[in-house]
């Protein structure tokens, strides 16, 4: 029997996407000639064993021209992420600044995944050219490796819409051109754009260069990897500010995006629904958090509501910054924080997260569900931006919140068995489905290290990653009979 996926086409395009990855290893060792550390040697081995990798895949790939189908689209999308996070981890190895696989492979789908979680209690004690390639990571999986892929050399992923509909974010896609590697293009274009603006910001309001771009990438890919350990932009309120401008703007579809600045479309952008609920969303838990501040912690108007608005933006775009201990901050701002990981920002964006747009949905569902009560024959359509959603797409919604919940339940269970407590456990599971990679508990919090959980958890934390970056159903409808079964 023929089957019914296609390794050969997989593994030439695993191939030529891992010389991509060989290519921004090649930058990193750039640097670390440049700077004349450590580093050197740990990226020479692993730029040639990734390059040594690469031509392995495309030649087991062959010639072959043949397109993608969906089972591979969502095949090739995991392994894309898995593969990539494998040999992403070597420098780490060779350089001996993680010692066990388990943590590299950790700390790189953290960076991939742009989730910011990290094992490695003395960031600073890194070579810049680790701490660029850490950045780096995120930098390139905040939009999505397929995608970049797509960008820069459609003709490489065959089938680009399938391997596209596996790795974007979000229910809803919205054509900005009938080909999307021209849409890939344009959005990567901002995304460009606005890592050079928050860098040049940085670079003016008084950061170095080095810490200015590293912090830029880490900003802009929602991902919050620091260069520095404990709290992060405690540097001046100014470039606090900063940070949370383009953590913003970073949370906002990319697709959005491109019609305000390229086509000046204001009034559609300003009329989004989902754009709407997100902004609401960091304004009443900003106020909110910011009352909590004053009336219980003793805090000065300015600095509460910067505290605030930071948090508040850095955990709804599950960036994970933070320029204070939030863990020190009253209990319900944990509860605040903590809904506000698990709504996201909105769909399109480098985010992770349920996504705005879901949740808008899921609270318009319920609320029709009430009316229906007392009005069993009404008609009561969900609305998005004016247009009826379908019955299968409200379906699918509740499918993926389920499956949401259900995911938080299991790891949530495995984490208490295992000897976390409850708290931690919670917050670990949701920051980590959630892409958010900052715990609120005082055992660990923005300023604490995930160096101290057990190796089986830690491969449950890369997995929970995985999951929650491809939004759930693209890697667990691989473990589905009906996947692997013929028609």
């Known amino acids: ?108 789908m953290s960076g991939f995944t742009t ?17 660029f390639w850490r950045s780096l990571m995120q930098w390139i999986g905040g939009l999505g490796i397929v995608f970049f892929t797509i960008a820069v050399l459609p003709s490489m992923v065959g ?12 229910p809803i896609r919205t054509k900005m051109h009938p080909k999307l590697s021209t849409s890939a293009k344009w959005i990567w274009s901002i995304y460009v754009l606005l890592t050079v603006a928050c860098a040049l910001s940085f670079w003016a309001a008084g950061m170095d260069w080095f810490d200015a771009v590293n912090y830029s990438m880490s900003t802009t890919a929602t991902g919050g990897f620091s260069t520095h350990n404990g709290t992060i932009f405690l540097a001046s309120p100014l470039i606090e500010y900063l940070a949370i401008l383009f953590q913003f703007l970073a949370g906002i579809n990319f697709t959005m995006l491109y019609l305000l ?39 000065d108007v300015e600095t509460a509501f910067r505290s605030s608005l930071f948090q508040v933006v ?36 480098t985010t992770g997260g349920f996504k705005s747009v879901r949740a808008m949905m899921l609270i318009k569902s319920i609320r029709n569900e009430f009316r229906r009560i007392l009005h069993p024959n009404a008609v009561l359509p969900v609305k998005v931006n004016g247009q009826n959603l379908s019955q299968s797409r409200l379906v699918t919604l509740l499918a993926f919140f389920s499956l949401y919940i259900v995911m938080l339940f299991i790891t949530l269970v495995i984490m208490v068995v295992s000897g976390i407590d409850v708290t931690n456990s919670f917050t670990i599971s949701l920051s980590l489905i959630s892409n958010v990679g900052a715990g609120l508990d005082t055992n660990i919090g923005p300023q604490m290290s995930w160096a101290d959980l057990s190796i089986g958890i830690k491969w449950l934390c890369s997995f929970l990653m995985l999951v929650g970056r491809l939004e759930i159903m693209t890697v667990l409808v691989l473990f589905t009979r009906s996947f692997w079964k013929e028609n």
């Open 261 to 299: 600045l390229f086509k000046f479309r204001f009034r559609h952008f300003l009329q989004n629904s989902e754009f709407k609920f997100y902004v609401a969303s960091i304004v009443v838990a900003t106020l909110w958090i910011m009352v909590l501040l004053l009336m219980r912690m003793d805090y």
């Open 159 to 170: 089938g680009s819409v399938k391997v596209f509909a596996a790795e974007a974010t979000g």
């Open 314 to 349: 850095s955990f709804i775009t599950t960036t994970g910054l933070s320029n204070t201990d939030a863990g020190a901050w009253p209990t319900m701002t944990w509860m605040i924080l903590g809904l506000l990981m698990f709504i996201g920002a909105c769909a399109g964006s």
């Open 1 to 108: 029997m023929v089957s019914m996926i296609n390794f050969r086409i997989i593994s030439k395009i695993l191939g030529s996407l891992l010389f991509i990855e060989a290519m921004f290893m090649a930058c990193c060792l750039l640097m670390a000639i440049s700077y004349g550390e450590s580093d050197v040697y740990a990226f020479l081995i692993s730029t040639l064993l990734t390059f040594g990798g690469a031509f392995v895949l495309r030649f087991l790939g062959g010639d072959t021209y043949s397109s993608l189908s969906r089972r591979d689209g969502y095949v090739v999308v995991t392994l894309t992420w898995v593969v990539f996070s494998f040999f992403g981890m070597f420098p780490f190895i060779f350089h001996g600044s993680l010692a066990n696989v388990t943590d590299a492979y950790f700390e790189t």
């Open 115 to 131: 989730t910011g979680a990290t094992v490695i209690d003395d960031v600073e004690s890194l070579p810049h050219g680790l701490l």
